[in-house]
């Protein structure tokens, strides 16, 4: 069953979204992270939102979205976590007593919270995924096929160990930079050798833009146009999620119009820099 199936269907996800035209841009993103096949109009899309002209043929490796306020993507990234939770088997990649881990990582374990929420309500308002629950409490879900999904401490000392089937960086602009004790590349850098033994694992890393240096700045830089097994998308918050309205954003654009460029259209901020680049 592919993600956009489990979407569709009337015992799984249909129940949560009131109107699925609401998500066009998003269930475009997931297909493209997924390589599903696309129509002509959901491809024009997908390069308005990639830079790209041809969709992924493969799962990619790594996504990137850089995505304005309420734009629903902590949404999408918990859905896309109970799906890779739920409906792969990852056991012939695992040893005898190890479980695969689903991995929420942000600044602190407080934010992470938000998408745990977001997962546990996936989680039970479906009862066949309710009955994969084998422990749970405020940080960690276990379930039934040996996954585990787990809040990490953003450091890149107890990321080591694991077998990280996913990876979902919440806000990561906003990462501790290179002078801190765990900066944000050095977390990814141990982040990645823990997904290279898993088929088909998936690293996200999404939040609303911030300076131009960072882990999702230089996503961006480097893959956002480019035929990549990483994929960065970019899109403004209306266009993710059209309810937000409008009179909302053209107030921020009153007040602070360099921030709400940031906070709403996502491109990133000129006028924040590190002292040396």
């Not at 896309?80 to 005898?96: E, M, N, Q, T």
């Not at 609303?208 to 918050?237: C, F, M, N, W």
């Amino acid at each position: 069953m592919t993600i956009l199936e489990a979407i569709h269907d009337d015992h799984l996800f249909r129940p949560l979204f009131k109107s699925l035209d609401t998500w066009r841009a998003w269930l475009v993103v997931l297909k493209s992270i997924f390589a599903l096949p696309m129509d002509e109009a959901e491809t024009e899309l997908f390069t308005s939102l990639t830079g790209r002209q041809t969709p992924p043929v493969w799962q990619v490796q790594e996504c990137w979205l850089v995505v304005g306020r309420r734009g629903g993507k902590s949404f999408i990234v918990s859905l896309i976590a109970v799906f890779l939770a739920c409906f792969r088997d990852y056991r012939p990649c695992l040893g005898p007593g190890e479980k695969g881990v689903v991995m929420l990582i942000a600044t602190d374990r407080k934010q992470a919270r938000v998408i745990m929420r977001y997962i546990t309500a996936l989680l039970q308002a479906v009862p066949m995924l309710a009955a994969m629950i084998e422990r749970q409490d405020s940080e960690s879900i276990d379930l039934n096929n040996h996954i585990c999904i787990e809040i990490v401490t953003a450091s890149y000392r107890t990321i080591r160990g694991y077998s990280v089937v996913a990876a979902l960086c919440d806000e990561i602009a906003f990462w501790r930079s290179e002078d801190s004790a765990n900066p944000a590349e050095e977390i990814l850098g141990a982040l990645r050798p823990a997904m290279s033994t898993i088929p088909g694992s998936l690293l996200i890393g999404l939040g609303t833009p911030y300076k131009r240096s960072g882990p999702l700045y230089d996503a961006y830089r480097r893959h956002y146009g480019q035929e990549s097994p990483v994929l960065v998308i970019q899109a403004d918050t209306r266009t993710m999620n059209a309810t937000v309205p409008q009179a909302v954003i053209d107030r921020a654009m009153e007040i602070d119009p360099i921030a709400a460029q940031a906070e709403y259209f996502a491109t990133f901020r000129s006028d924040v820099g590190s002292f040396l680049d």
